[in-house]
């Protein structure tokens, strides 16, 4: 790099540097490129947010009147029953409400070398998916009788996930300890050991419960679906698990992702959590062909992971750390947030917008922000 | 196949053929075996028989066919023409019945006689019987997208026109009078069914198709002001006002009078100027806001101790009913009577004439309604080559989008009835046909498009397009500005938060809302906001001490705290009275808010 762009450092972001150092002449006197990167420095003080500038309450306007024109409907895709994605509205007020469970969770797991060609990619697939007891058996009864229950297997659908009978005996012994299993070929016969089970509702129970038993795959992911994007292939699923996911060794652990942000942040930290809230909000609005600047969105993500945490723009989250008593008690519950002040005396300063125009007073942004001030004696009388 | 037999939706038994047992007991209602009232339906899908004869069903007559054949023949119509035969001998006869909607699925009926087959199980009388009866006042309407006729007759119910011929003795709320109403030239068979002679609602006028200077952007209207002057689309406004005399506990009982100047709450006297002696005000007075319709006082309202000994008129309260704000007229009509419980009832009718103005709303019969946007001198409007001024002029933007064919036919026929003397027959699906009547407008003399040659009536310049006129009947909508404008500078404010009342009738305020609060913080506009926001502001002495709420006394023109006394600094601070309310209501809730002083700068 030129030192004399060097010197810049400190002034400009290494973003604009970059981009000076890339569009100069390759012959370029030494003042000439100062006068260029101090015309710079001019244009980027320019070009910031002034102080006094509502940038909150701009983005919270610049994101929600484009909020008004987006469609509630849910996006489909083409063949897949139950692979539907919650988009427009809906999604941005489940990020932004920081819900922990959120409606569709879904992931984009790119794979290495020889599998993103394609290699093997049915099989991968379908290693992922979460396989329960369910997906493998032919049939499963109970003899009234003798109170045993009976599961009969698929034979095909074991080879496909590369389990035998006695292996998924022995995972089911787990789940159900006060069953003797006994491997017959492709049955498995599961026989109470004590003889007091005499309730057959209690066997009906037991019934449902090993059905979900889980067997191969990844815990979580529902539903996979490999994909060609432009010259590879990808898997997309419906369900999430990002930390098993990356932890197999086909996935190329710098490019998978997932939507729910909490889960992001919670095995990758929170700046990746912010990242991904600012991704996944743009990505929604981006969908609906509307045009909000990114930076509204960073500012909202930047807010809500203050906190070393994602906490949402509810009550209990963003708005509950707010120092006002006031600007609490108007955004929800009043009664509560006025109560518990009083518990406690609170002190509220006045600091902040809502509470200023609650009582009248000049709000502290832009012009109200200045005040005047003279210092005694430096005005002469007359 | 045996099938369950519902009757008015409760199990009554099995039919082995169900079809024959529907065929049976049609033909015994036809008949007259069993009641008309009777719908019987076999319902396939379910192999259930629903046989209902309970109220609040929908239902509609039809002619029944049979082979292939009306029942109702020509000789059947010739009897009906000469009075021989009614509407309920054809359905004793059974010629036709009613159906409801669900025996309507064992129909299949047909438009008209000549779309006859032997499938075919009833006929429509007429297709028009599918509209409704507004919706069939609606000229050519089969031309048109249903979502028009609608708004065509929703326009029309809120016509004004002469609602009813004793209105001069009714004392109606809110009546509106077209003057002078006429009968369209362009009309539908329900125009003559309806007695539409009777209680017309609209006038025809000569309309054409072009923009004026941007006045009649986004469906609003150009008018002809001689036209007005004419008496276009004048109305006049009715409104009563009603008062009677209340009689309360303890044989105290409201006067109708001229109140006494000592009564509690008397106007000025020239408030009651136009009162005669008894209290009531004189036909054909000229009343403004504020003044007194009909005088009246009420006895006091909480009696105690020795005032009940007492009664003399001082004590007794003005309750005059007065004209309110905005309201003007003349009186009309004076009618003393008694109510149900023998108190005297006192009713004024006040009336206003209303000459069309800028933002009163006028439609034509396609669910095209807009308001005028300018009211032009007959000079400066375009005329035709023949000297013809349109009345109105109508924008050409507000036909692609909307497709109301039949607006444009209308004027078209409109222009042939009153060239040729006559009315047009626009009934929908059986209407003159739009050739006809451009051939008979050729005829006529014009072209046969319904264009002419226009000038600029400010120019006199001819126009390079040839403009589209014709006669339409249009209606005058009861929504009128004089009813709505609004404006406030300064007002009544509310008594709980001092704020301004909410309101056209109250004289209120345009509320700046929480939205609109946000704009102006995003705008860094802090100070603008303070000064928008301070309707209620209040300054509430406030003890340095303990921070609570300070007593001033204005007349002592001394300041004390309640609990620390009157040796304590006391400040006034400017707030918002909705916050020292604020902090009022929070004391109910034994929440004590103190406030901390400091110096601002």
Known sequence: ?382 | MTSEVYMNGKFVGNVDDPIAFVNQVRGERRKGMVSNNLNITYVQESNEIKIEASKGRVRRPLIIVKDGVSLLTPGHIKQLENNELTWDDLIKHGIIEYLDALEEDNALVAFFEEDLTSEHTHLEISPLSMVSITTSLVPYGNFNQSTRLNAGSKNQKQALGFYAANYLVRMDMDVNLLLNPQMPIVQSITHEISNYAKHPAGQNVVVAVMSYEGYNMEDSIIINKASIERGLARSIYYRPMITEELRYAGGLIDEICVPDKDVKGYRSEKDYKYLEGDGIIYPEALVKEGDVVIGKTSPPRFLSGMDEYNLASSTRRESSTTLKHGEQGVIDFVLLTENEEGNKLVQVRIREQRIPEVGDKFTSRHGQKGVIGLIVNPTDLPFSASGIVPDIIFSPHGIPSRMTVSHLIEMVGGKVGSLAGRYINGTSFDCEGEQALREELLSLGFRENGTETMYNGQTGEKFHARIFVGNMYYLKLKHMVANKIHSRARGPIQLLTRQPTEGRAKEGGLRLGEMEKDTFVAHGAALLLKERFNSDKTFVPVCETCGSIAIKDEYKNISYCPSCGDSVDINEVEMSYAFKLLMDELKSLCIYPTLKLKNKY
């Open chain 1, 1 to 382: 790099m030129d030192p004399i762009i060097k010197e810049y450092k400190d002034k400009l972001p290494e973003k604009v540097l970059a981009e000076i150092e890339a569009n100069i002449p390759a012959r370029i006197s030494q003042t000439k490129l100062r006068e260029i990167m101090e015309l710079t420095v001019v244009e980027y003080g320019r070009m910031k947010v002034e102080a006094g500038e509502s940038v909150g309450l701009v983005s919270a306007e610049s994101i929600g009147e484009p909020g008004t024109q987006m469609t509630l409907n849910t996006f489909h895709f083409a063949g897949v029953a139950e692979m539907n994605v919650t988009v427009g509205l809906p999604r941005i007020i489940e990020i932004l409400d920081g819900r922990k469970e959120i409606k569709t969770p879904m992931m984009e797991i790119y794979l290495r070398k020889p599998y993103s060609s394609g290699k093997d990619i049915k099989q991968i697939a379908a290693n992922i998916k979460e396989t329960t007891l369910v997906d493998i058996i032919a049939e499963i009864s109970i003899t009234v009788s003798e109170l045993v229950l009976e599961v009969t297997f698929n034979e095909a659908k074991l080879k496909e996930f590369s389990v035998t009978a006695s292996s998924v005996a022995k995972l089911l012994q787990k789940s159900v300890g006060s069953f003797t299993i006994t491997v017959d070929g492709l049955r498995l016969v599961l026989k109470p050991k004590t003889k007091d089970l005499k309730n057959l509702n209690e066997l009906y129970r037991i019934k449902e419960k090993i059905k979900e038993t889980f067997i191969a795959g990844i815990k979580g992911i529902k539903q996979v679906l490999p994909v060609k994007r432009e010259e590879e292939f990808i898997v997309i699923t419906a369900g999430s698990n990002l930390k098993d996911v990356l932890k197999l060794e086909f996935v190329d652990e710098e490019r998978t992702t997932t939507n729910d942000v909490f889960e992001i942040a919670s095995v990758l930290g929170v700046e990746a959590g912010r990242q991904a809230l600012i991704n996944e909000v743009f990505k929604v609005i981006e969908n609906q062909g509307l045009n909000v600047d990114i930076r509204h969105i960073m500012l909202v993500a930047d807010a809500m992971c203050a906190g070393g945490v994602i906490r949402g723009i509810t009550r209990t989250g963003v708005v509950s750390e707010k120092s006002s008593v006031l600007a609490r008690a108007s955004f929800e519950t009043p009664i509560k947030h006025v109560i518990n002040a009083s518990l406690i005396g609170e002190v509220d300063y006045l600091t902040s917008v809502v509470e200023n125009v609650m009582i009248n007073q000049p709000v502290p942004v832009g012009t109200g922000m200045a005040g005047l001030m003279v210092k005694p004696g430096s005005v002469e009388k007359k």
